[in-house]
């Protein structure tokens, strides 16, 4: 297969990536608590991104990572568009819900600016450290990369979003539980799912018998177009 190609498990991963970023993005509007835990709705769909970042990462290497990263935020930010334009339209008389809509695609461009800056780093690191580990054991040891990778990126996340997201809206002392209670609950979502991925991630390789070492590869974020 052709770098400059992509083939049918790449395209669906490519989609569920944009699904599951565009999704995260809109839950992360709701606080939620369970029990003594306190975490945004997105910690259900995010760590999602995460598993198909290490999948791409794995099977068909950090190139087509950088360009799912981007993709996803390209339609994260259409959303947001036409959301804020559905916002500046009026409203039909007899509707009642304009308050809580705004409510939540009103604070979308807030939670998107914080999600791109945090999510890139997280991501990139994520994928950073998924590509280097693969080549530095020759690719061995998938659980421990995916598990060291995730914790780096969902802390690097964690670290950068919370406080540009919710800065001001929420106490700096929950902001703090926050941050570390929301890396530690993705990064344990990845491990209890990990048998999935290394199933997925056998699969793919099975079906596609692609497995993409990168050892002469530029990890400058922004060569979209190296692929």
């Not at 009103?106 to 080549?135: C, D, E, T, W």
């Amino acid at each position: 297969m052709s770098s400059k190609t992509v083939s049918l498990p790449f395209m669906l991963l490519g989609i569920l990536f944009n699904v599951c970023l565009i999704t995260s993005n809109l839950l992360e509007t709701k606080v939620i608590q369970i029990g003594p835990v306190t975490a945004t709705a997105g910690l259900i769909v995010f760590p999602v991104s995460y598993i198909i970042n290490d999948c791409i990462a794995e099977v068909w290497g950090f190139k087509k990572v950088r360009l799912i990263i981007w993709s996803g935020f390209i339609m994260n930010f259409l959303v947001i568009g036409f959301a804020r334009l559905a916002i500046f339209l009026p409203s039909a008389p007899f509707w009642t819900g304009e308050e809580s809509f705004n409510f939540v695609f009103g604070l979308a461009p807030r939670i998107a600016l914080a999600s791109l800056l945090a999510f890139l780093a997280g991501s990139f690191l994520n994928a950073y450290i998924m590509s280097k580990m693969k080549v530095a054991t020759q690719g061995k040891y998938f659980s421990l990369r995916a598990i060291l990778s995730t914790l780096a990126g969902e802390s690097a996340d964690s670290l950068i979003f919370f406080p540009l997201a919710f800065g001001g809206l929420i106490p700096v002392q929950g902001l703090l539980l926050m941050i570390g209670t929301q890396a530690l609950l993705k990064s344990l979502y990845e491990m209890i799912i990990l048998p999935v991925t290394i199933g997925v991630v056998r699969y793919i390789k099975k079906i596609e018998k692609t497995d993409v070492y990168d050892t002469n590869v530029s990890y400058h974020p922004l060569k979209i177009k190296d692929i």
